[in-house]
């Protein structure tokens, strides 16, 4: 199986791994189970949770990401609405679980060579059993002044 047909077969995953929402008024966010896109104007933001010992492993090793069920790992990417091209900017995320603990989350860009070229920001966080985790995504496209706030919520099960 070619290394492209794996990536895009674990970034599928990663889309399908997605939770349901949590409640907030004043960001755009997953509102159903299974959401996992945004619109934030020019761009549709898409976001997807998984644990990562469910990555092949010629991917974890790829990208330099340990598998394990005690980990979750978090994909963003930035999509224009017109031309459907991966768009660069900047991404944050900040986590908490239900009992407010904050979870560090450090994303870092990858690029992947294509026509067009894939472009989608990752990262790894500690995760319990039956813990949910609400993702707060902060999201800039680099030709937008203004960041976009997407919130979605996830329960991992490592057991």
């Known amino acids: 199986m070619s290394k492209k047909i794996i990536i895009a ?34 761009y549709i933001v898409h976001f997807s949770a998984q644990l990562t010992d469910k990555l092949p492993p010629e991917v974890a090793t790829a990208y330099n990401i340990v598998r394990s069920r005690n980990r979750a790992m978090i994909n963003v990417s930035i999509i224009g609405k017109q031309d459907g091209v991966p768009a660069a900017g900047q991404v944050s995320v900040k986590t908490v679980n239900l009992t407010g603990q904050l979870k560090n989350v450090t994303m870092r860009r990858i690029d992947e060579p294509g026509e067009p070229p894939a ?7 500690p995760v319990a059993n039956r813990e949910t985790l609400i993702f707060d995504i902060s999201v800039r496209p680099d030709n937008v002044d203004k960041a976009s706030e997407v919130r979605f919520k996830q329960e991992f099960y490592t057991d």
Do not use: H, K
Request: charged letters at 10%; proline letters at 2%.
């Open 9 to 42: 077969l674990s970034v599928l995953g990663l889309v399908a791994g997605c939770g349901g929402a949590s409640d907030s008024t004043n960001v755009p966010e997953a509102e159903a189970a299974g959401i996992t896109s945004a619109d934030i104007g020019d």
């Open 119 to 125: 472009i989608y920001y990752v990262g790894v966080t």
